[in-house]
């Protein structure tokens, strides 16, 4: 059995994605969209600034009365967030950052430069050009204006742009439903003691963790032992979700328990992939329900949950750009011979050079707690000191 | 009045962080301590792996008695989860990944290199060296091994970590809670119509939800109006939180009320910063409480938040690195001029090089939506297209 490239597995992965019907529309407050996926795009209904207004304290003017040296009486005083009265020829009026410019006027000074008289007049120290300080009507926005495109994730910044828009309440796509379940029966649930031959179950938690970090609705099923009618009986027992994402449990072994299911009862792909850590991988479908079978090794769920089904989740929650932003960083070490598999290697990052962190193997999880993300080494490529690679922040694949 | 450097600022403002009494330790379950910090270092309580174990399926066997073409009988089945009795001399043990080798046996043969013969037994197809495909007990970690240094972040990772060591509850700080107003008459809540010379409130949603994300327990204190009585009031309600962060409303202008309560009943530091945008930056203090004040205008809020503000309070959540990454990328533009302010440019990356959005003013959050982050150009420095600046990705920023 050839291996399957991790581009060759991703492009499958993102054609059964957006194959898959979208996800409904539902209409949430600013607050309650947060992270969620905007279903259409967000257009300016007004103008933004609404009205031409001041970018400084100071004094708005007509700018072809003012000359260096020029005294005028204020007419007015103008704060932000109060209408203002037209500028009397031969004034100026006294103005706030943020306070909209009174007709008339077509320029502001900073009062940094003028001077104010004994009689409460101003005296400016220049001339003032028009538009100075001014920041005109529509600047950021015209009506119609589209603001934010459909397919984007809502942060904070997305958020309080709406917000600025007047925008209380977004269309959004709903969360996309995960259950989780883990494979074997040498896992045991934290608070339980083990036995002999026993591990603690890691993979739940870095798989939950993860999908709550992609804003998924998770439903939690546990362990699945290593029971071919526990297996089928958990499986029907699945309802309303869009994925099932399980960990272990599907190879070619005797003990490959949920494999065996998928295959008497739905679909099943397993493919052997180009990637290290993590070469098992499975995508299958269960009554319709995609489910994606990663490995059972914590280093190996890690990098395919977050190089092929991170994306692939993404792309059913309805992102347009389901990437996770990468680098180029130098290395500090080489790699001389080179490999037929994709590395995904764990680095810290060290004055900006991705140094290799002890302990690789798909066994091991403590080296990711050590390292700032991925580094990714090409199949068939060898690395020299210094050489660039493309380097994936956790704080990326993880957002 | 001079202008202060981030730098200095950043100082100061991380001195009096450090300064404030530590956040009490309060133990939670690993789902509950997402995103918390981690008040004491993690120890591995027992040896990880706790025995040696298979790292494939395939046969255990004694290395010695395997040359090529050696045929063994089985004389046990090791499931995963399952305890092995000890390997009878003469021949081989079924073994899957993550089962316990059994005592006597010192390595493991791939299925892949095996044959199965008539009989049952397994023909070896090489000889088979002592360790092959064994991970030995502690290969992860050692007892009293420190997995995870206290000050830490607890994301997917860190958490699966402390799951596999068995740990259900983990000792974390409490949240760090902090109130939020903006301030100023020219701001209208959402839902509310826009009267003349009006804008909605945008900083309210950009505070809230960055705080949010550096899992705060955010108090909403809605808008302040430039009233100095109801100041002095709302300010007198603040109950039991560790921070107050202000956008607008503290200047040297006519309508700056909370400015000159904190200056009456308070503390106020004004800091004119060599920050572009966000020159205005106040750090003051209420009945013990810091009050930070931002800018007004959206773009400084998010600036001044992300570069000052964030970095003070993950110090005070007790995070021991509060700098955001990271990285070093070439710009695709000219910066002929030096400015005397230190300026954050919002740029998006196209192939890796930093692309300069238009309208970069303070009082514009669009070209922020359009960013992949901050591009961090030194006071007093020009650049050319080519060099090299330090980018400070969103994902980084917000995370």
Known sequence: MSL???????????????????????????DAAENRVLAEPLLAQFAMPPWPNSSMDGYAVRSKEVQAGQVLPISQKIFAGHSPEPLSEGTCARIFTGAPLPAGADAVEMQENTEVQADGSVRFLQAVPAAKFVRPKGQEAMPGDKILPAGIRLGPIELAMAASLGTARVKVRRQLRVAVVSTGDELVELGQPLAAGQIYNSNRTLLLQSLKRLN?????????????????????ELDHVDLLISSGGVSVGEADFLGQVLREEGELDFWKLALKPGKPFTLGRYQGVPVIGLPGNPASSLVTFLILARPYILTRMGVTDPCAQHFSVPVNFAVPVAGVRREFIRVALVDGCAEKLDK?????????TQAHGLLELPENTTCAVGDHLRFWPFSSLFN
Chains 1, 2 share one sequence.
């Open 216 to 236: 998924c609705a998770v439903v939690d099923m546990g362990i699945l032992p290593d029971d071919i009618e526990q297996t089928r009986q958990r499986l029907a």
């Open 360 to 368: 690789q193997c798909s066994g091991i999880l403590r080296s990711a």
């Open 4 to 30: 399957l490239s991790v581009d060759a597995a991703l492009q499958i992965l993102l054609e059964q994605a957006q194959s898959m019907p979208r996800l409904d529309i539902e209409e949430l407050t600013l």
